[in-house]
């Protein structure tokens, strides 16, 4: 469960929301605060005001896998090999452990040819891919992903939600441009100036949006 209470942070204001849902879409205009709302879900920032609790505790005791926008700001290691294995490294896992985590975490994304390539020699949605690996590789309770499916084509992007629906994590905060993602969450949040303006079931959500550029296009074709 996702608690978040009195929150205000920059342009922030949420007074009380609480998602008990696996898959969360995070959705809404530039600059409608939706980056922000990650950033202080994942602990990487910490609020100006108000609590956010997941699982019953604070982000930071929270095993968060984290996936941004911009790969390219937040890949540190050279090698993907490096990159993949850094977290169940930095958890002290033994060197066979952390192999084995590599392998699988690279096999799931589908970027095992990709495992000993330099970083700097992969296109954008290579980096997004490996990115995913990482953020994957030592079970995270909670996944979160800033716009992770901005760069990837529609395949590469199918593949990364069949990846995100098979993790483990109990609860996947998605921030994504597609509509047609966000419509398969289980619960969506819509953000406008800061403020959650819409937050329940697709269904719900969008029934708001209808005549919005916020609708699925996908519903809109069916209907
Ligand atoms: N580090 C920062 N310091 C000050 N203001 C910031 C910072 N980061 C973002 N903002 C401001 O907070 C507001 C919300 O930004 P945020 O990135 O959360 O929006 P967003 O909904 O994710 O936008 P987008 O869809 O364009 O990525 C914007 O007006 C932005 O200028």
Redesign the pocket.
């Known amino acids: 469960m996702i608690q978040i209470t009195n929150l205000r942070h920059?342009?922030i204001e949420i007074p009380d929301l609480t998602v008990d849902a696996r898959h969360i879409a995070v959705i809404?205009p530039?600059?409608?605060?939706?980056?922000?709302l990650l950033s202080v879900c994942s602990g990487i920032e910490e609020p100006r005001a108000g609590t956010v609790r997941i699982l019953g505790r604070p982000p930071s005791a929270v095993r968060i896998g984290w996936v941004g926008e911009f790969p390219d700001r937040t890949l540190l290691f050279s090698r993907v090999y490096d990159e993949i294995a850094a977290t169940p490294r930095f958890r002290n896992r033994s060197c066979p452990e952390t192999d084995e985590r590599v392998r699988a975490a690279a096999a799931l994304v589908g970027i095992s040819h990709l495992r000993d390539a330099k970083v700097s020699t992969l296109s954008g949605g290579e980096k997004a891919l490996v990115a995913l690996a990482a953020a994957g590789a030592d079970d995270p309770e909670v996944l979160i992903l800033d716009?992770a499916d901005s760069h990837l084509d529609a395949g590469t992007a199918d593949r990364v939600q069949r990846v995100v629906r098979k993790s483990a994590a109990a609860h996947v905060l998605w921030c994504t441009q597609s509509m047609d993602t966000a419509a398969c969450a289980d619960y969506v949040i819509f953000?406008e100036g800061g403020v959650v303006r819409y937050h329940g079931t697709p269904d719900k959500v969008f029934a708001g949006l209808e005549e919005t550029c916020f609708y699925p296009t996908m519903w809109r074709i069916r209907r």
């Open positions: 920059r342009l809404g530039n600059g409608s605060g939706k980056t922000t716009e953000m």
